[in-house]
């Protein structure tokens, strides 16, 4: 098994073109909507947020709430309130959430409204941009916003390739973005939890280290997953050729030239949480 430490830098042309396109469209952007995956919410914080974005008003999003350990949730939302407007928590596949998002919008315009008449300027439309990490549903939430399908949507990382500006009606406009990450990703823990979560795509790091960070953080937290997904009731992390081969048994998956299948057991791993077949978990 590949047990190298890796040094990864995964910073795709586009994701720089990306934020030279956000600097540039910054100034007529009134409110911020930043996105983080609440299984990973300080992971998944888009690093360098507030250089990119420079003192505009932002709510933070908690999204894919429905599947994150409500339990641990409470800290980090403390974490990020009072550094900003607002924190919400967002289930944007499966529930109308969004409308407390529409709202804290209108909120927060009401501020901006307010500042601008003491200048004697009339009121202006809401621009709000989408920002956040790839696959962590930026676009999901856009369509939920408007009623249908506006922005393409995929259960993988880099769907969106434009800015995009939407028209939802005449006090709102949502500009969607393509997901971005920071330039080099050289902490190797939340590189794993950002490939846990489908952030990173797969080819970037090794499949099985990926696995074997899945194993690890449920064997923290979550050791009741791990027995009844995978079978094993005792982790060993220095026996991980004998975690597999429990696996193998308990999956039916069978050997490969003696043994355990890694790379299938491996994918199979990654595929759990990328089905959501485990919810309830926050690695950070
Ligand atoms: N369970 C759950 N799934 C979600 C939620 N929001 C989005 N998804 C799923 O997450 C995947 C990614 O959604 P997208 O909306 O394409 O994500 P994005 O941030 O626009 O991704 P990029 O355009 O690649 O940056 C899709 O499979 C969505 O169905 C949520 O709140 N809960
Ligand atoms: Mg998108």
Do not use: Q
């Not at 952007?29 to 990119?52: G, M, T």
């Not at 959430?97 to 004697?120: P, Q």
């Not at 696959?135 to 800015?163: D, H, Q, R």
């Not at 597999?244 to 057991?265: H, V």
């Amino acid at each position: 098994m590949n047990e190298n430490k890796t040094n990864i830098n995964w910073y795709p042309g586009h994701m720089a073109k990306t934020k030279r396109e956000i600097k540039e469209l910054i100034d007529t952007i009134d409110i911020v909507i930043s996105l983080v995956d609440a299984r990973i919410p300080i992971s998944s914080y888009i690093k360098d947020l507030n250089e990119l974005i420079k003192n505009k008003k932002v709510i933070i999003v908690f999204n894919k709430y429905d599947l994150c350990d409500k339990d641990k949730t409470d800290k980090f939302i403390e974490y990020y309130e009072g550094k900003y407007f607002k924190v919400v928590t967002c289930d944007s596949k499966n529930s109308n959430d969004y409308k407390k998002i529409v709202s804290t919008c209108e909120d927060a315009m009401k501020d901006i409204n307010f500042k601008r008449k003491e200048k004697g300027l009339l009121p202006k439309k809401a621009k709000c941009l989408i920002i956040g990490v790839p696959n962590v549903g930026k676009s999901t939430l856009i369509n939920k916003i408007v009623g249908k399908k506006v922005a393409n949507v995929g259960n993988k990382p880099g769907v969106t390739k434009n800015l995009n500006t939407l028209r939802i009606n005449d006090k709102i406009d949502l500009v969607d973005s393509p997901g971005i990450l920071w330039p080099k990703l050289d902490n190797d823990e939340i590189a794993l939890n950002l490939a846990s979560m489908g952030i990173i795509k797969e080819e970037i790091l090794p499949i099985d280290k990926v696995a074997v960070h899945i194993l690890k953080k449920l064997n923290e937290s979550y050791k009741d997953i791990l027995n009844k997904e995978l079978g094993i009731k005792e982790f060993e992390i220095d026996d991980i050729v004998n975690m597999y081969e429990i696996i193998s048994k308990y999956r039916n998956i069978p050997f490969k030239d003696g043994e355990a299948d890694y790379d299938r057991i491996s994918s199979l791993i990654l595929n759990l949480v990328k089905n959501e077949t485990i919810k309830n978990i926050t690695f950070d």
